[in-house]
């Protein structure tokens, strides 16, 4: 049998971004719309993300991750848009998605990622845009967080919350007794040394973990290449992080980048191999890094 082939991309940032009303730009857009207007359109680039995804559909991946942060300042405007990208990527039978902070910027518009996304969050059993959720795909059971909170001006942290986690305890005992390669699906990464970008009930979420196990976390939010070991309850468990997919190369960010994972069975166990595909200085994707991780 093939290998499933997994692919993850993360923190589109979909551009451009509309022109807000004035009233959508009190508090906490107005410190955003600033600084998307000033500094973020210059590098979160609408034809670097038409590129990748291209790339991604050239590989010809099973199923296709997209670990949030979709818009930027959650205005209404945003929403539609984001699911005809969503569209444009795959359907909901082949694309998981999962909300980031920029989805969930202000409370006024804080459960439209649910509403408007609904097909592409659900899990199996339906409920709309209720975490965790939990899709079944070949060997793979793809179990979904959100960490999608609004947050005060200057704060992008993240927060599952004790209903979140008491959901997960359950889901994760229960998928220890089925043959499958779990992975964890989350925004913001599992550790953080960044007080204003960090997720807050990181430690209990890593005591699930080490508890139950699973056999792979992605996530995004930090913009950055990354892979981060976490104990588990038969050995470290790794988490993978990836740029922004709409991003050219800027300071100590590189440019937009996916992995595609390769996953099966190997004797008692698993084997998965990462694959890091990335924008080069021409907008061409090319192939970067190839690792065994398990």
């Not at 993850?8 to 955003?32: C, I, N, T």
């Not at 793979?140 to 200057?154: D, E, G, H, K, Q």
């Not at 021409?282 to 991780?293: A, D, E």
Request: a positive charge; hydrophobic letters at 40%.
């Amino acid at each position: 049998m093939a290998p499933f082939k997994l692919a993850h991309l993360s923190d589109p940032h979909l551009a451009p971004l509309p022109r807000p009303r004035l009233a959508e730009l009190a508090g906490k857009r107005a410190l955003g719309y600033l600084n998307w207007t000033r500094n973020r359109h210059k590098y979160q680039r609408r034809e670097a993300l038409d590129t990748l995804v291209a790339d991604i559909q050239a590989q010809a991946p099973d199923h296709i991750a997209v670990t949030g942060d979709l818009v930027n300042l959650a205005l209404e405007a945003e929403f539609a848009p984001a699911l005809a990208w969503l569209e444009g990527v795959g359907p909901p039978t082949q694309v998981t998605a999962i909300p980031g902070n920029h989805d969930a910027y202000v409370r006024a518009t804080r459960h439209r990622h649910g509403e408007v996304w609904a097909n592409y969050l659900a899990g199996d059993e339906g409920g709309g845009a209720a975490f965790p959720a939990v899709r079944r795909r070949g060997p793979v059971a793809l179990i979904s967080l959100s960490t999608a909170v609004p947050t005060l001006p200057l704060m992008a942290t993240g927060t599952l919350g004790a209903a979140q986690l008491e959901g997960l305890d359950r889901v994760l005992e229960r998928l220890a007794a089925e043959d499958r390669f779990r992975v964890l699906l989350v925004h913001h990464p599992l550790s953080s040394t960044s007080r204003h970008k960090r997720l807050t009930d990181s430690p209990a979420l890593l005591a699930l973990i080490k508890r139950h196990g699973v056999e792979l976390i992605l996530h995004g939010h930090d913009h950055v290449h990354s892979t981060v070991w976490f104990e588990g309850p038969n050995g470290e468990i790794p988490a993978i992080g990836v740029p922004s997919a709409s991003a050219l190369a800027h300071g100590r960010y590189p440019a937009a980048a996916y992995n595609l994972f390769s996953i099966e069975r190997d004797n008692s166990g698993w084997r998965c191999e990462q694959t890091v595909r990335s924008l080069d200085s021409g907008l061409q994707v090319t192939q970067i890094k190839h690792t065994r991780l398990i």
